[in-house]
């Protein structure tokens, strides 16, 4: 990796990872990490395009995940698009080791950042994609001044932090809010409860790239459960544009 490439816009982002209108990106935090390096390996073969990274710093959310040293290595056993989530109080400070360690995409959280630029700045000077996310109490509203600096936009349906929770249909109205909205040009992501059944109301409501953990590496073949999960979501894709 050169020091500072030029950073994917959101146009090569889809075109990278998109199949269909939509991606599923796989969440490694599903995964049996006594066995990383295989079930990395298997979620290549099963189809995927990019691997979801979830960082957890014990403070913005309630949870440790893995740091620096893990992207790392993940980076050296793949070639996958890396998109990885910063659930960090102090995002600004971390841009740059994740990004050496091989994320192609960083997102972080406007809940922490009263004006998030100066970091989605700093993370395309850096050479990656750079990401907003926002919670489900936030009003999608709130991010609307900084909608033309996102490249990627990861609207949560969970509160972030632990897995097994049930998806909050809000996330629904600020995907389409956001599908919507004349200066969002960038690959929407949805993350939190994904799963066989709320799968086609994420895509239909405008999600391009949906992370699933449990969804996936809870499967005993990847490959046709990447494949279910897919052909639901570009259905939903293709019938919502029938419809629309």
Not at 5 to 32: F, H, M, N, Q, Y
Not at 44 to 72: C, Q
Not at 187 to 198: M, P, S, Y
């Amino acid at each position: 990796m050169s020091p500072n490439p030029k950073p994917p816009t959101a146009a090569e982002l889809r075109a990278r990872c998109s199949r269909g209108g939509v991606a599923i990106a796989p969440s490694l935090l599903a995964a049996d990490f006594a066995r990383l390096e295989q079930e990395i390996r298997a979620i290549e073969k099963a189809g995927a395009t990019l691997l979801h990274l979830d960082i957890m710093d014990g403070h913005f959310v309630p949870n440790l995940s893995f740091g620096v040293p893990v992207v790392e290595a993940i980076r050296r056993t793949t070639d996958l698009l890396l998109d990885v989530h910063l659930m960090l109080d102090n995002p600004a400070n971390y841009v740059e080791p994740f990004r050496k360690a091989g994320a192609d995409v960083l997102t972080v959280h406007a809940e922490v950042l009263d004006d998030p630029r100066p970091v989605l700045d700093q993370i395309r000077a850096l050479g990656a994609a750079a990401g907003l996310s926002l919670n489900p109490p936030l009003a999608v509203e709130r991010i609307e001044p900084f909608l033309e600096a996102c490249d990627l936009i990861l609207v949560m349906s969970v509160m972030p932090g632990f897995g097994g929770q049930s998806f909050q249909p809000v996330a629904l109205e600020k995907l389409a809010w956001l599908r919507d909205h004349s200066d969002c040009h960038a690959v929407l992501e949805v993350d939190g409860g994904v799963n066989a059944q709320t799968i086609g109301p994420c895509a239909a409501a405008g999600a391009e790239w949906l992370v699933a953990g449990t969804a996936v590496f809870g499967a005993d073949d990847y490959g046709p459960r990447l494949a279910d999960l897919s052909q639901s979501a570009q259905a939903s894709v293709a019938g919502a544009q029938a419809s629309g």
